[in-house]
C-alpha cells in the first residue's frame, strides 16, 4: 500500500501562474486542504461557523480564512441570520453547487483506493426512486442519468457518528 506523503508548507504554497492548465488555476480556488472539506460540509447543510469548525476540528483563523476566500471566489455566500449579535450562515452560489460531480468522483475515488473497513462512510443515492448511483452519475436501481441536485447523501456502512454532521435526506 502506498503512503500519502506530507508536504512541507513551502511546497503547499506553490502558484501556478506560469501554467496554462486548467486543473493548475482550479488548486488555486479549491486546493487548500481545508476547502473541499467545507464545500462538502457547507452542501450537507452545516452552514453555521461554530458547528463547521466543531465538525473540522479547525482553528477559528483558519476557518474564517478559508470562508473568507471561498466568499472572494464565489464559491460560497454569506447570509444574515441573527441581527443582535450578528450572526451568518455559508451557503453554496451555482459556482460552489458545480463542484458537486468533482466531489462525488473524488468521494468513489478515495473509497476505491483508500478504503475503509467497513465500508464507504457515505453513499450518494438518487432523490427519485432511492437508487445507489455508479460512478457516472447513473442509477443503478432505474438507470437514469441523475443531475447533482438529484442526489443525496445517505450514511453508508463505514461511516463513524463522529465524523460528518447528521446528512438531511
Known amino acids: 500500500m502506498m503512503r500519502l506523503t506530507r508536504y512541507n508548507r ?5 502558484e501556478y501562474d506560469n501554467q496554462v492548465c486548467s486543473i493548475a488555476r482550479s488548486l488555486e480556488v479549491v486546493g487548500e486542504r481545508w476547502s473541499l472539506l467545507i464545500i462538502r460540509n457547507v452542501g450537507l447543510g452545516l452552514n453555521r461557523f461554530e458547528p463547521l469548525r466543531e465538525n473540522l476540528g479547525i482553528t477559528r483563523s483558519v476557518l474564517t480564512t478559508r ?3 471561498l ?3 464565489g464559491i460560497l455566500e454569506k447570509r444574515q441570520y441573527s441581527e443582535k449579535p450578528p450572526r451568518f450562515e ?3 452560489t451555482q459556482k460552489g453547487r458545480d463542484l458537486s460531480p468533482v466531489l462525488l468522483q473524488l468521494m468513489w475515488w478515495g473509497d476505491e483506493y ?3 473497513p467497513g465500508g464507504p462512510p457515505t453513499i ?3 432523490r427519485t426512486c432511492g437508487g445507489n448511483l455508479d460512478h457516472h452519475m447513473v442509477c443503478e436501481k432505474c438507470g437514469e442519468s441523475v443531475e447533482p441536485d438529484r442526489v443525496y447523501m445517505k450514511p453508508g456502512p463505514g461511516r463513524r457518528r463522529q465524523d460528518l454532521p447528521k446528512i438531511p435526506a
Request: aromatic content about 16%; charged content about 20%; overall charge negative.
Open 10 to 14: 513551502s511546497m503547499l504554497d506553490r
Open 90 to 92: 455559508y451557503h453554496l
Open 67 to 69: 470562508l473568507n476566500t
Open 71 to 73: 466568499i472572494e471566489y
Open 114 to 116: 483508500y478504503p475503509e
Open 124 to 126: 450518494a443515492v438518487h
